[in-house]
C-alpha cells in the first residue's frame, strides 16, 4: 500500500519551506531534512502543498524552487485549520486524523498515485456481525440520532410520512453530488409541479426524475425496501434511465471495462467474475444484522466493485437506505454534503481500500439529515393503527370505485370491500373511504396508483354537482 502524505509532515515541510523567503531547492530541502525522506517523498508533499495553495514552484528542472505562496502568513498549515480540522476556505465536513490521511493521499496529482486495480482481500477481510466498518459506540450513537416517531409500526412507514420532503432533499443533493446544478427550490418545482428549470439541460432533468421514480419505489412499497439483487438492479434501472450511452446497459450488469475519472482505480471488467462478485456483496449485505453498518458497507462496496457501467453511486446512496427505511430510521438524505468531501472518500476507498473518511462523510451526512428532518419528527401525527392495518385493502377499493367508474357512495364502498376485513371493523373502514374520497387530487391519488387522467375523468362524471367538487380539486 503506498505511504501515504501525513498532515504532521506537511505541516513541517511547509514551516521548512516558509524559513527561507527567496524560496528553496530540493536537493537543499533533502538535506535540511536530514536524510529522513527520500526525494520521491518529498516530491509528492510538495505537490500536495502546491495544490492546496500553500506553496509555490519557480523556476524549471533542477534549478527549480519552492517558496510559500505570496499573501500566505507564515503561520503553519496547522494553525490554518480549525477545531474540527478543515481549512477555513474549504467547505469540508468534520474529519478524523485517519480521515487526514486518506484526504492528504488523494489530493496529490494523479501521477503520484500508483494504479491499482480490484482487489478481493478487500472484501475477504470483512465478515458479517463479525468485523465492522462502524464502531459499536457509533452505532449506538446513530440509532439513538434516527429513531422515529414510527419506531414500532409497519416497515417504512415512517419514510412514508415524510415522503413528500424526502423526494426532494434525496433527489436534489444526491443529483448535486454528481455536478447536477438544480437548486433545490428548482428540484421542488420540478417534483411537485413539473416544471423543468430554464436553462437546465435534458440530462440535469432527467437525472432529478430518476431519483424521484426509484425513492418512491423503495417506499410506496415495503416489498422494495429489502436487500436484494433484484432490487439494487431496479434501483440501477430506474436511476440510469435515460441517462446511458448504451440504453441496453439500464438494469444490467455490465459487459465492458470502465475507469474512474480522477483516480487511478481500475475496476474489474470480467463480467462473468463481476456477476459473481455482485452476488457476493449482496449476499454479505443481507447477513449484516444492524441497519447502519448494513447502509455503510453498500456505500463502500457497490461503487468499489462498479457492478455498471455507471451510475453506480447513485445506486449505493439510494440503496444505503433500504436498511433505514425497513427499520423505521431517519432517511439518510446526503443534504448539504460537500462534493469534494465525497469525491475523496471514494477515492480513498478505490485506492487504498481505507474506509474512514467515507465513515466520516456518513456519520456527518447522517446526522445533518436526522438535523433536517427533527422538526418533520416532531410534527407527525401519531399513526393511525387501523388505518395501516387496512392500509392495502383501503387502497384497492378507492382505486376500484374510480376505475369501475361508480359514485362514492356508502354503498359502493361496502360492496367493494374485501371478506379480509372484519364485520366489526366494517363501518370505521367505510369511513375512512369515503374519508379518502373528500381528500382526493391529482397530487396524491398516485398513492392509490390512479392516473392523473383517471381521476380527471372520474371527478368530472362524479363531482361536478356534487358538494365535495371543490374539495376534490383541491
Known amino acids: 500500500m503506498p505511504k501515504i502524505t501525513t498532515q504532521e509532515g506537511l505541516n513541517r515541510l511547509f514551516d521548512l519551506i516558509s524559513k527561507h523567503q527567496d524560496g528553496i531547492g530540493m536537493d537543499a530541502l533533502l538535506g ?28 524549471k528542472s533542477r534549478s527549480a524552487r519552492y517558496r510559500r505562496a505570496p499573501g500566505l502568513a507564515t503561520a503553519s498549515i496547522q494553525e490554518k485549520v480549525n477545531a474540527k480540522g478543515r481549512v477555513p476556505a474549504e467547505v469540508y465536513v468534520a474529519t478524523s486524523p485517519e480521515g487526514e490521511e486518506i484526504k492528504a493521499y488523494v489530493r496529490q496529482p494523479r501521477q503520484l498515485r500508483p494504479p491499482v486495480g480490484y482487489k478481493l482481500e478487500f472484501l475477504e477481510a470483512y465478515h458479517p456481525n463479525q468485523v465492522g466498518y462502524l464502531p459499536h459506540g457509533l452505532r449506538d450513537q446513530l440509532h439513538a440520532l434516527g429513531r ?24 436534489w443533493a444526491s443529483s448535486r453530488l454528481e455536478g447536477n446544478t438544480y437548486s433545490r427550490l428548482d428540484t421542488e418545482r420540478l417534483i411537485e409541479f413539473g416544471q423543468a428549470a430554464e436553462g437546465k439541460g435534458a440530462l440535469e432533468t432527467q437525472m432529478i426524475l430518476n431519483h424521484k421514480d426509484a425513492i418512491e419505489y423503495l417506499v410506496r412499497d415495503p416489498e422494495h425496501a429489502s436487500l436484494s439483487r433484484d432490487t439494487v438492479i431496479a434501483l440501477h434501472a430506474l436511476l440510469s434511465d435515460g441517462l446511458m450511452a448504451d440504453p441496453t446497459a439500464c438494469g444490467r450488469i455490465r459487459r465492458r471495462a470502465v475507469e474512474i475519472g480522477g483516480s487511478v482505480y481500475l475496476p474489474v471488467a470480467l463480467p462473468q467474475r463481476l456477476e459473481e462478485l455482485f452476488g457476493i456483496v449482496i449476499q454479505m449485505a443481507e447477513e449484516i444484522h444492524d441497519p447502519f453498518e448494513q447502509a455503510f458497507f453498500l456505500m463502500v462496496h457497490l461503487p468499489y466493485l462498479q457492478p455498471f457501467e455507471d451510475v453506480n453511486k447513485r445506486v449505493s446512496r439510494l440503496a444505503a437506505n433500504i436498511p433505514l427505511i425497513r427499520h423505521n430510521l431517519c432517511p439518510l438524505s446526503f443534504i448539504d454534503v460537500p462534493q469534494q468531501a465525497y469525491v475523496d472518500a471514494m477515492i480513498g476507498v478505490y485506492e487504498l481500500n481505507r474506509v474512514e473518511l467515507l465513515r466520516d462523510v456518513f456519520v456527518w451526512a447522517y446526522e445533518r439529515s436526522c438535523q433536517q428532518y427533527v422538526a418533520v419528527k416532531q410534527n407527525l401525527v401519531p399513526p393511525d393503527i387501523f388505518r395501516l392495518r387496512y392500509r392495502q385493502a383501503l387502497s384497492e377499493v378507492v382505486a376500484a370505485i374510480v376505475r369501475n367508474d361508480e359514485p362514492a357512495t356508502d354503498t359502493a364502498a361496502r360492496a367493494r370491500t374485501p371478506v379480509t376485513v372484519p364485520m366489526v371493523d366494517r363501518n370505521h373502514f367505510i369511513e375512512l373511504v369515503l374519508g379518502e374520497f373528500k381528500t382526493l387530487h391529482p397530487g396524491n391519488a398516485i398513492r392509490f396508483g390512479i392516473r392523473p387522467l383517471e381521476l380527471a375523468a372520474w371527478q368530472d362524471k362524479h363531482l361536478r354537482n356534487s358538494g365535495h367538487a371543490d374539495a376534490g380539486k383541491r
Do not use: C, K, Y
Open 32 to 59: 535540511s531534512m536530514g536524510g529522513s525522506l527520500q526525494r520521491r517523498s518529498l516530491q509528492r508533499r510538495l505537490a500536495t502543498l502546491i495544490e492546496q495553495g500553500q506553496v509555490e514552484m519557480f523556476g
Open 148 to 171: 422515529s416517531p414510527a419506531e414500532h409500526t409497519p416497515a417504512g412507514t415512517f419514510a412514508r410520512d415524510i415522503l413528500n420532503r424526502l423526494l426532494i432533499d434525496l433527489s
